[in-house]
C-alpha cells in the first residue's frame, strides 16, 4: 500500500510551499508533527540569503539551519556550499519534535530530507523509524541524487511527485486528496 508522499524539485520551485499549503488544509483535521524549512534572508536586501531556519509544524520552535559561513567564522559543523550547518541545534531540537508523535495515525511533515539534514544520524534514523510506522509521510527531497533519499524513492509505500513550474500550483489538490486517502485507509487498516 502505498502511504508515504515524496515531492522532489529544483530548489525554489515551491516544495515548501506545496507543504505550507497542505499543512493549513489538514491541520484542523488531522495530527500533524515534523518541521519545513524556510530561507532566512538579509534585513537590509530580499535578494541576500543569509541562511535557513528550521519551524516545528505548531510554529512553537524556530532555530536554524544552516548560515553563511562567512557570517559566523567561529562556527563549527559541516558545510554546503557557502553554507555551515548547526548539527548540534538541528539534533537537539528538531530530532526530538520527530520522536514525539502519538502511535495513532498522523501525517508527518518533513521539509527536508536534504543534504544538511542528512549530516545528522540521529536524524536519519528517526527518517527511518518514521517510514517504518503507521504515520503517513509528506516529505520534500532533492531532485539530485543521495543514497539515503534515492533508497525512500524506490520504497514500494512511496508515492513520487516531480514539482515543476507547470504543475506546481495544480498539483496542491491532487495531493490534498491523495493524502486524504491515505490517512483515511490507514485508520481503516489500525
Do not use: W
Not at 88 to 96: L, R, Y
Amino acid at each position: 500500500m502505498k502511504k508515504h508522499v515524496l515531492l522532489t524539485g529544483e530548489p525554489g520551485i515551491g516544495k515548501t510551499t506545496i507543504c505550507r499549503k497542505i499543512i493549513e488544509h489538514f491541520m484542523e483535521k488531522e495530527n500533524v508533527f515534523g518541521f519545513y524549512t524556510e530561507e532566512v534572508r538579509s534585513s537590509n536586501s530580499r535578494s541576500s540569503r543569509i541562511g535557513f531556519d528550521v519551524i516545528s509544524i505548531d510554529g512553537k520552535n524556530c532555530f536554524p539551519l544552516a548560515r553563511l559561513s562567512s557570517l559566523c567564522p567561529q562556527a563549527h559543523g559541516p558545510k554546503v556550499s557557502k553554507y555551515t550547518v548547526n548539527l548540534e541545534k538541528f539534533e537537539s531540537n528538531m530530532v526530538p519534535l520527530l520522536k514525539n508523535h502519538t502511535s495513532s495515525t498522523s501525517l508527518c511533515v518533513i521539509d527536508e530530507i536534504g543534504k544538511m539534514e542528512l549530516f545528522s544520524h540521529r536524524f536519519k534514523a528517526a527518517v527511518a523509524n518514521l517510514f517504518e510506522s503507521n504515520h503517513v509521510i509528506l516529505g520534500t527531497v532533492p531532485i539530485y541524487p543521495l543514497k539515503f533519499v534515492d533508497d525512500l524513492k524506490k520504497r514500494d509505500d512511496v508515492i513520487l511527485f516531480s514539482i515543476t513550474n507547470s504543475n506546481r500550483d495544480e498539483i496542491i489538490q491532487d495531493l490534498i486528496e491523495s493524502i486524504g486517502g491515505i490517512l483515511s485507509e490507514m485508520k481503516v487498516v489500525q
